[in-house]
């Protein structure tokens, strides 16, 4: 007997392309034998899983980036029409994917639970609102009127903030079965949100508005709980297969980079709290880049290789205020190789996108993206037939 999944109208892969039922059940059950069950989940685009938040926070990195790079004298090259042409792609990337995300949760909300009880997946339920504070930070300027909008996009954003990543920490840290070392860079979604608040917060003058150093609390949390979540992951490499090879690697950068632009705000200047956090990025750039990151492989599931992008972005951006603050020669030849960098991560990952989407209407050779947590539940969809 044996049972084979199909997604997108086709019979892929759960492991070795076939799943053996135990003969324990066949002796149950013996009308069964002979026969074939097969089930058919739904397209990608009505299953979408929530690592494609993954690119719209890519996109929402570009948009940073070439804010900076518009509003920087020793990049004149760079104007403002980059800054838009991303903003614009990436609220409409999101914007997809939000609404095929929220069909879904309506049509099939069985897996939206199953990725919030997952203890890596559920931390991609960050990412929208993160993207909001990276749009919002990367606005042209030509679009930004007033702050009064940007304080609420910052108040709105911090109550979800708050909401949210307060049952993963719990869960985390706090639960019966909870471990310390069971942080992922996954769990960086999570966290980097903080940063990001702080920056907005700065942006937007919050702290005079409100009267409370807002800002400067949310890089305190952020802080913490990235060196907790470092410390973890680097604790458990040696023990976690598969995790040193994966692009969620590169999250180890964004958080510490979103810090560098959130220290120069405090201190008024990239000075010497900046530099250590840019410093501290380099290096695990090096280190990371050792691991060889690769697109070669089809990716597990859908936008994993989009981890890649926001990262690599963020520490680009920090390039170019510090080559702004400290000019020279060498300062700005660093921010152009990261910049280049980050294009062709960009350029190489949304190629291999596409080539994905090709390699899936081959059925035949390529079955590609059988979302796990869907593998894991689909005798609860509606279409099932058994097959003599």
Known sequence: VIQKYCFCGM????????????RAD???????????????????????????FGIGLGLGGQTIMWKTLSMASHFPIIGPTTNKVFWGLALAAMGIILILYVYKAIKYPFVVKAEWKNPVRSHFFSAPHVFVLMVSIGVPNNLVQT????????????GLQTILTNPLYIRWLFDANASIKSARPQFLFSCVGWFFLAVLGLQTNISDEWGINIPAFCFGSGLFLYLIIITSNFLSLSRAAGVKKSPAMFLFIAPPSVAVIAAEG???????????????????????????????KSSSSF??????????AGIATSSVRYAESQPSIASCGLAY????????????????????????????????????????????FEQRVHVS
């Not at 019979?11 to 135990?22: A, H, L, Q, R, T």
């Not at 066949?26 to 990608?44: D, F, H, K, Q, V």
């Not at 280190?287 to 060889?292: K, P, Q, T």
């Open 11 to 22: 019979e892929v892969n759960d492991g070795n392309n076939k799943v053996e039922i135990s």
């Open 26 to 52: 066949e002796a149950t059950n013996p009308e069964s034998a002979g026969t074939m069950e097969r089930i058919y989940a739904p397209p990608l685009w009505a299953r979408m899983p929530n690592t494609a």
């Open 147 to 158: 702050k009064n909008v940007l304080r609420v996009i910052f108040g709105v954003t911090l």
């Open 266 to 296: 405090f201190y008024g200047g990239f000075l010497t709290a900046s530099q250590f956090l840019l410093g501290w990025c380099l290096v695990l750039l090096v280190l990371l880049i050792r691991i060889v990151p690769s697109v070669e």
């Open 303 to 312: 936008g994993t290789y989009w981890a890649y992008v926001f990262p690599l």
């Open 337 to 380: 190789i990261l910049v280049a960098v980050s294009l062709i991560t960009l350029l190489a990952v949304f190629v291999r996108e596409v080539y994905n989407f090709w390699e899936m209407s081959n059925h035949e050779k390529h079955p590609y993206w059988p979302d796990p947590v869907v593998t894991a539940h689909l005798d609860k």
